[in-house]
């Protein structure tokens, strides 16, 4: 819960009354929000390259001077890290854009990804004064998160949050996605030894091998990896723990808490008949092949299947990001397949919006019931059932139901996006961790878990979600942590108290 007090303050500072009185803010409000640059539509399906092309500086400080700079910035009470938005956008304002990123590195030591991925039409845009009292669009705060962010790269600035003095006490986390990254972050700030272990080659986790760069390239991940590397954390990849080394193991060479976020790379399938047929593949798979693996890419040797008529069935980021990058492989229809309507689908607007442009052709109210394979075991065909929607399920949106009316759809890729479950190896390994029924780790308040020095968070606990609520959960899980730890080894932390 934020400090209303501490907003105020910071609020009345001169510069910040000063930008105030600069412009009025009936004027402020009647600036037309400030739309992305982006690759246009024809050319972008040809390529990987980003399809966002960020702001200009021009561009930016006009988006900023909407900022109505509230006594109560409801836009903070939607950010799961606790940015402290309304003093960024101000820096904006001012010109000040190294101060920007300054301001966004006490919460959050990924920005340029969250300005990327972070669904803030759901988060902190949905909570800001425009779009709540006003019912105008909301400040684009992703989009100047993401120009502060991409401003520190681009001009060599390169801020490093303040670190406190090595306390002694080593800490690390299972996996590098976004929730272990920003707990690794806010450890490091407080002077822990901080080691993050990956089982892949490459750290980031989903941001890696699940995004593609088409929406997060690769360099703006390891870049923002290099500034944990520069705040003392140490990455060990190709390393599964449980496997390369137990925890046991781990505990003997000095570690005193851990951080779970394995996260959930099970992929999960509808089990219809004729699911094993070639060239079925999980959403995880075929974005691993290609992100990760650059199956994309004439100079690997990666295998993905290349389809003319390449379904993706589900409706969420996983989908979308699967579907477009059926039609940059080549696809000349990319099929989205989902049971209920538009209306209902999870995936963020611009997501949807970006593969409309794109070509991509929307089946709703549509469900798989059988794959029909072709003589030599290759998918060929989908019978499809079309569906309608009833009564409102558990998630809130409404049940679609079966009609009984079925059609075929010719297909020789499929790609199943709808959902994943947790990594089941840290459970396996170490039984005592309670889960749920669902095989996601139970946490309290602290997000600690029934084993005394193991926290977690992320995937591991939500069976899916967000980048920005996994990197809330690390935050949490840090905190919790911190004060685990400082009442378990007092001693090492006298001299600072």
């Not at 600069?22 to 992305?36: F, G, S």
């Not at 954390?233 to 779970?260: P, Q, S």
Request: charged fraction near 25%.
């Amino acid at each position: 819960m934020k400090d209303l007090e501490y907003y105020k303050k910071e609020r009345s500072a001169p510069w910040r009354a000063e930008l105030r009185k600069q412009i009025k803010a009936k004027e402020r409000t009647l600036k037309p929000r400030t739309h992305m640059i982006e690759q246009p539509p024809l050319e972008r399906i040809t390529n990987f390259a980003e399809v966002n092309q960020g702001l200009t500086p021009e561009m930016a400080v006009a988006e900023a001077q909407r900022c109505l700079d509230c006594p109560d910035p409801t836009c903070v009470d939607g950010c799961p890290v606790n940015i402290n938005i309304p003093k960024f956008v101000k820096k904006i304002e001012a010109q000040d854009f190294a101060g920007a990123i300054q301001v966004i590195k006490e919460s959050n030591t990924l920005p340029a990804v969250c300005g990327r991925v972070c669904p803030q039409e759901q988060q902190c845009e949905a909570n800001c004064f425009y779009n709540v009292q006003l019912k105008k669009p909301p400040i684009a705060i992703g989009y100047l998160e993401r120009f502060a962010a991409d401003y520190e790269r681009n001009n060599g600035i390169g801020s490093i949050p303040q670190i406190e003095e090595n306390n002694g006490i080593k800490v690390a986390s299972v996996g590098s996605g976004p929730a272990a990254l920003a707990w690794a972050a806010d450890m490091a700030r407080w002077g822990y030894d901080v080691t993050v272990f990956e089982a892949l080659h490459e750290i980031g986790g989903v941001l890696k091998y699940g995004i593609p760069e088409f929406r997060l390239p690769n360099d703006i991940i390891d870049y923002e990896i290099e500034t944990l590397r520069k705040m003392g954390v140490k990455f060990k990849t190709n390393f599964v723990v449980g496997r390369t080394a137990t925890f046991e193991d781990l505990r003997k060479e000095g570690y005193k808490a851990f951080f779970i976020a394995s996260g959930a790379g099970l992929p999960r399938f509808m089990g219809i008949p004729g699911e094993n047929s070639i060239n079925i593949l999980s959403a995880n798979e075929y974005l691993t092949r290609v992100n990760l693996m650059k199956g994309f890419r004439d100079d690997y040797d990666t295998p993905i299947p290349h389809g003319k008529n390449v379904a993706v069935i589900g409706g969420g980021n996983t989908a979308m990001d699967a579907v477009r990058t059926a039609k940059r492989l080549g696809a000349e229809h990319a099929y989205i397949i989902y049971r209920r309507s538009k209306a209902e689908m999870p995936a963020r607007v611009e997501e949807v919006k970006h593969a409309e442009e794109e070509g991509i052709e929307f089946m709703f109210l549509t469900s798989p019931r059988e794959y029909i394979a072709d003589e030599k075991g290759h998918v060929k065909k989908i019978i499809l059932e079309k569906m309608e929607l009833g009564e409102p399920d558990a998630s809130g949106r409404r049940r679609p139901i079966p009609t009984g009316e079925t059609f075929e759809l010719d297909a020789d890729v499929v790609v199943v996006a709808i959902g994943l479950s947790p990594n089941p190896l840290i459970p396996h390994v170490v039984p005592e961790l309670e889960t749920t029924k669902w095989g996601t780790l139970v946490v309290n308040d602290d997000m600690q878990t029934s084993v005394e020095d193991m926290f977690a968070g992320g995937d591991i606990i939500r069976g899916g979600a967000t980048v920005i609520l996994a990197m809330g959960d690390g935050r949490r899980a840090a905190t919790g942590m911190h004060k685990y730890l400082k009442a378990k080894y007092p001693e090492h932390f006298k001299a600072n108290a």
